[in-house]
């Protein structure tokens, strides 16, 4: 057998996987958790302040869309909107 599949080698690494498995369980979230507005108070759905971005050109965005794809490119999974919103 090789180097490799000795026998304290192949412990090391099934002890490894098994703690990294057990920290992500435990990283990955909590389970049992509860939604924040469940745990404290919140305002009403009335007081939020909505806000509403503006519209994004559709045919802008099929034109490009057209564009790349006569380009022999990828497609594209999302569009770029530049938002600035601060409390």
Do not use: N
Not at 32 to 46: D, I, K, M, N, R
Not at 47 to 54: C, L, M, P, S, W
Not at 55 to 66: G, K, N, Q, T, Y
Request: charge should be negative; aromatic fraction near 14%; charged fraction near 25%.
């Amino acid at each position: 057998m090789t180097d490799f599949f000795k026998r304290e080698r192949v412990i090391f690494l099934l002890v490894w996987v098994i703690v990294f498995c057990w920290g992500a369980d435990t990283t990955f979230g909590r389970r049992g958790g509860q939604p924040s507005a469940f745990t404290h108070s919140v305002l009403p759905f009335e007081f939020v302040e909505q806000v509403v971005t503006e519209e994004i050109d559709l045919e802008a965005v099929r034109a490009e869309d057209e564009q790349r794809e006569a380009e022999g490119l990828p497609y594209r999974f999302a569009i770029g909107h530049q938002v600035s919103i601060t409390p």
